[in-house]
């Protein structure tokens, strides 16, 4: 009996040597800095928002300041024009090889080291002496804000419960479009004491402190597919997409629509555009998500913010160089004309964050598109005189109209998709609405100057330019309208719930055109 005691007692043991040894827990690894803010809703947030905010401000503010810099660096109109263009470029190029990067890399990296370069970026540009250096700043700080718009938002969305989404989605749109109409009340303030450099020296000091918020909330986390494959073709035809068009843009500073330096970067960009989304849609792992996005409620949400954007964009534009260069206000009295944009954007942002999970988001969208179609109609109207009255109702229509369309029509883009995929879904949707929004502006400038009268610019131009831009919302309010229609979308509830925790789709996105294509046979059959 002693014998098989001890013989079983041995075996065990042998079993026991060959058998794994149970992990024990790791302590977390030691850091640098301390994070007392890590997992903490309201700094994480804000960190991401404020991220962004800097270089959405210089797109709307710069336009009131961009003949100081002229005079200030001895450059000409075209020379300024293109670096703001490709600045713009590197933000969409950014957003889209972010899409990359944050596959591969984890956040807290990624997130420090584009606010770094944003933070250099802005240095370069207020010390410049020279265009090269300034425009080297400029496009070094769109870049990092591209990357930044994927590396910063989705995880705010994604890993916070499902009923933070609303508040989320507020302060987004406060961010984005705050800062947008922010932009000429603070472009006026600047041009009127001759301050652009102390403006890119305070952003950047903005983008310093955030950096340091940023050290002590974010997270270390594990990257969430770094051996994903390199899409090559999506970077080289997604870099020619968006440089060649906007310094095309930027040639038309002093250059006409039949001139070669336009036209064939033009053509050649564009190209590239339609190239990119060929190959994302054939591809096995596209890094940008073309095939998925190819439904009804995408592909109307990606056309929203993009069309609605740029009109946006070109009445402001419009109404700003009407009172500055037509009537002959100061860049102070021509920002203050534009402050109901403020208001009328913290209206929206409450508004998109009460109907997200309601089956009415479609209506506000709807209702956006109407606003700014009520705001281009007053711009059409303001007359030679800039009449003030007029021009305060029409910033408070373009307003609202901004906050209604764009951001909604970015979470009517991603609903359909699965959450986790939700950065390259903005990064797509970011790389369509920089290109609409920045090239449609350049493009109305020049019909608004070449219809003048009395060039550079008068009124009859400005209306002309303020019609054709018109007649684009009421078209693709119209298309749009009945693109929703056709597809049979209807009014869905969103799944935020199913969204955020299993990665499911929050509405149901049915083919282009499904109820004129008739009943679609399931998959496996």
């Known amino acids: ?66 003949r100081q810099v002229e005079g200030d660096l001895q450059a000409g109109p075209r020379a300024v024009e293109i670096m703001a263009g490709i600045s713009t470029a590197g933000y969409a190029f950014g957003a889209l090889i972010g899409g990359d990067l944050v596959q591969r890399f984890s956040q807290r ?82 041009a009127a004491g001759h301050h652009w450099r102390w403006l890119y020296g305070g952003l950047g000091a903005v983008a310093t402190l955030n950096l340091t918020l940023a050290l002590f909330t974010l997270p270390a986390s594990s990257p969430t597919n770094p051996g994903v494959r390199f899409d090559a073709w999506a970077v080289v035809f997604g870099f020619a997409a968006v440089v060649l068009p906007f310094w095309a843009a930027g040639e038309l500073a002093t250059h006409g629509f039949a001139a070669f330096r336009f036209a064939v970067p033009l053509s050649l960009g564009l190209a590239a555009f339609v190239l990119l989304i060929l190959v994302e849609y054939h591809q096995e792992e596209p890094l940008s998500p073309v095939k998925p996005m190819w439904t009804t409620a995408s592909l109307v949400g990606t056309l929203t913010a993009m069309i609605a954007g740029g009109v946006f964009v ?79 109702a029409a910033a408070g229509l373009l307003g609202l109209g901004a906050g209604a369309t764009v951001s909604p029509g970015l979470y009517l883009a991603g609903f359909p998709l699965p959450s986790k995929i939700i950065g390259r879904v903005f990064a797509l949707v970011e790389l369509v609405r920089s290109l609409a929004d920045y090239i449609m502006a350049p493009v109305i400038a020049k019909i608004a100057r070449e219809g003048s009268h009395k060039p550079p610019l008068d009124w009859p131009g400005v209306r002309e330019a303020a019609g054709v831009t018109l007649w684009i919302a009421v078209a693709f309010t119209v298309i749009g309208a009945l693109l929703w229609i056709a597809g049979g979308v209807g009014l869905p509830v969103p799944d935020i719930q199913g969204w955020i925790k299993e990665n499911k789709p929050a509405i149901r996105s049915p083919v282009l055109l499904a109820r004129l294509r008739g009943p679609q046979p399931q998959e496996g059959q």
């Open 109 to 190: 990296p990624l997130f420090l080291t584009c606010q770094a370069l944003f933070v250099v970026g802005c240095l370069v540009s207020a010390v410049a002496h020279g265009i090269v250096p300034y425009g080297a700043g400029r496009i070094l700080a769109g870049l990092a804000a591209g990357l930044l718009l994927v590396v910063a938002l989705p995880p705010v969305i994604q890993k916070f419960p499902p009923e933070k989404l609303p508040v989320t989605v507020i302060f987004i749109d406060l961010g984005f479009f705050g800062a947008v109409c922010v932009g000429p009340l603070l472009g006026g303030l600047v």
């Open 314 to 392: 070109a009445f402001l534009e419009l109404g700003e160089r009407l009172q500055m260069e037509v009537v002959q206000r100061s860049p102070l009295e021509t920002g203050l004309l534009f402050w109901p944009l403020a208001v009328a954007v913290c209206v929206t942002s409450i508004m998109l964050g009460v109907l997200l999970k309601t089956r009415f988001l479609p209506i506000l969208v709807l209702g956006g598109m109407l606003c700014l179609i009520g705001g281009g109609a007053l711009v059409m109207s303001l007359g030679p005189e800039g009449q003030p009255a007029r021009t305060l």
């Open 1 to 66: 009996m002693f014998a098989s005691t001890y013989a079983l007692a041995r075996t065990e043991t042998m079993r026991g040597q060959g058998r794994r040894p149970r992990e024990q827990p790791q302590p977390p690894p030691k850091t640098l800095f301390p994070r007392p803010f890590e997992g903490s809703y309201p700094p994480t947030l804000a960190s991401a928002i404020i991220a962004l905010v800097p270089f959405i401000i210089v797109t709307t503010a710069y336009t009131l300041f961009s």
